[in-house]
T-cell receptor, first 113, second 116 residues
């Protein structure tokens, strides 16, 4: 049973048209993350929530925003997607602590037309 | 600053043989965790194994084991009895006490191909 669920699996949007990616979890983990992964590269952390506390990575573009309305759900909003935003977007969850693994969803592959 | 280095962009292994994927790390944190993830071509990241910096024994998880050498700052993944389904990208990652709560630092990955 999937524990971190990302929808949709594939998303196509037009240049400049806002898009929202969603993530839900059944693990009741208090930390949720969004990563961007481009082809043949390692995942890059965009931001994470520790409970309701939002933490933005310093180099995350302003174009990217996130919402976490409750423990189970987290959304990634891209306000004006550019061609360079085409990537795999991975959601992950974990418990607090350096020994806690992050559990990833299957990812959403975003294409920009 | 924390850093993970995976020096093997690609590796080949014969089916049923063992393979070692290299990972070295750098950190000033006294307490940290090391993780290995598998990413098949379909894209999902699958957690494989964890090693804590204070763990006395090397971690093992089925066919996966971690050769942890703290003094050398290395945490190599050993896959025994390789299977065709093991063909994937493998990422080594580290998480420390310092810095951001969410800061899982990834290496660049090693692409493993298992030959029949």
């Amino acid at each position: 049973d999937a524990m971190v669920i990302q929808n949709p699996r594939y998303q196509v949007t037009q240049f400049g048209k806002p898009v929202t990616l969603s993530c839900s979890q059944t693990l009741n983990h208090n930390v949720m993350y969004w990563y961007q992964q481009k082809s043949s590269q390692a995942p890059k952390l965009l931001f994470h929530y520790y409970d309701k506390d939002f933490n933005n990575e310093a180099d995350t573009p302003d174009n990217f925003q996130s919402r976490r309305p409750n423990t189970s759900f987290c959304f990634l909003d891209i306000r004006s997607p550019g061609l360079g935003d085409a990537a795999m977007y991975l959601c992950a969850t974990s418990r607090q602590g350096s020994n806690q693994p992050q559990h990833f969803g299957d990812g959403t592959r975003l294409s920009i037309l | 600053a924390q850093k993970i280095t995976q020096t093997q962009p690609g590796m080949f292994v014969q089916e049923k043989e063992a393979v070692t994927l290299d990972c070295t790390y750098d950190t000033s944190d006294p307490s940290y965790g090391l993780f290995w993830y598998k990413q098949p071509s379909s894209g999902e990241m699958i957690f494989l194994i964890y090693q804590g910096s204070y763990d006395q024994q090397n971690a093992t998880e089925g066919r996966y084991s971690l050769n942890f050498q703290k003094a050398r700052k290395s945490a190599n993944l050993v896959i025994s009895a390789s299977q065709l389904g093991d063909s994937a990208m493998y990422f080594c990652a580290m998480r420390g006490q310092g810095g951001s709560q969410g800061n899982l630092i990834f290496g660049k990955g090693t692409k493993l191909s298992v030959k029949p």
